[in-house]
């Protein structure tokens, strides 16, 4: 019953670095998110996927992208990291379209210096 | 952004009292979902709703969808010290999206 699965779950990048978030979830569910969540600010939508080869802008976009890997897999990467993007960073999945509620990672504490 | 917002930001409570926090928003959503986090860790669903007016229980937990749509409560009833967290709404009108509150952050005093 592992769920959602998130690695690594802390991480330190200087400025300009690049690095890839993994995710990983066995439930068989559609559709998968990627959140940043900042003091103050709650949960905000960076990525999503509906499906597996479907990706679609959230909240918060700028500076990342995702890969859709296959059905069980949806990364998370920065290109250039930057001090802005110091945050905890949470994976979810839900079973797709409708009504149906949403399972989170453990989150990856992401340091940039 | 489609931030909702949750109050109150914070609280400290006595155990055993009785604790209520609400979320609202200018927009109508299909489904509300509680959720709760503990340092450290990912958020985890508490309680999901979704009929306006529904009206929905998990052991101490009770939580609303209001009738506008616009609005959602939760009630804890007679604190305990592991109810000690972070509490978030979020809501979803259709398709995929989910939207959070900013949270509410919850301490019980033994």
């Known amino acids: 019953n592992a769920g959602v699965t998130q690695t690594p779950k802390f991480q330190v990048l200087k400025t300009g670095q690049s690095m890839t978030l993994q995710c990983a979830q066995d439930m068989n569910h559609n559709s998968m998110y990627w959140y940043r969540q900042d003091p103050g600010m709650g949960l905000r939508l960076i990525y999503y996927?509906?499906?597996?080869?479907?990706?679609d802008k959230g909240e918060v976009p700028n500076g990342y992208n995702v890969s859709r890997l296959n059905k069980r897999e949806f990364s998370l990467r920065l290109e250039s990291a930057a001090p802005s993007q110091t945050s905890v960073y949470f994976c979810?999945?839900?079973?797709?379209?409708?009504?149906?509620?949403?399972?989170f990672g453990q989150g990856t504490r992401l340091t940039v210096v | 952004g489609q931030q909702l917002n949750q109050s109150p930001q914070s609280m400290f409570i006595q155990e055993g009292e009785d604790v209520s926090m609400n979320c609202t928003s200018s927009s109508i959503f299909n489904t509300w979902l509680w959720y709760k986090q503990d340092p450290g860790e990912g958020p985890v669903l508490l309680i999901a709703l979704y009929k306006a007016g529904e009206l929905t229980s998990n052991g101490r937990l009770t939580a609303q969808f209001g009738i506008t749509r616009k609005d959602s409560f939760l009630n804890i009833s007679a604190s305990i010290p592991s109810d000690v967290g972070i509490y978030f709404c979020?809501?979803?009108?259709?398709?995929?999206?989910?939207?959070f509150g900013t949270g509410t952050s919850l301490t019980v005093i033994p």
């Open positions: 996927s509906a499906s597996e080869g479907t990706t």
């Open positions: 979810a999945s839900k079973k797709g379209q409708g009504n149906t509620e949403a399972f």
């Open positions: 979020a809501g979803q009108r259709t398709g995929n999206q989910f939207y």
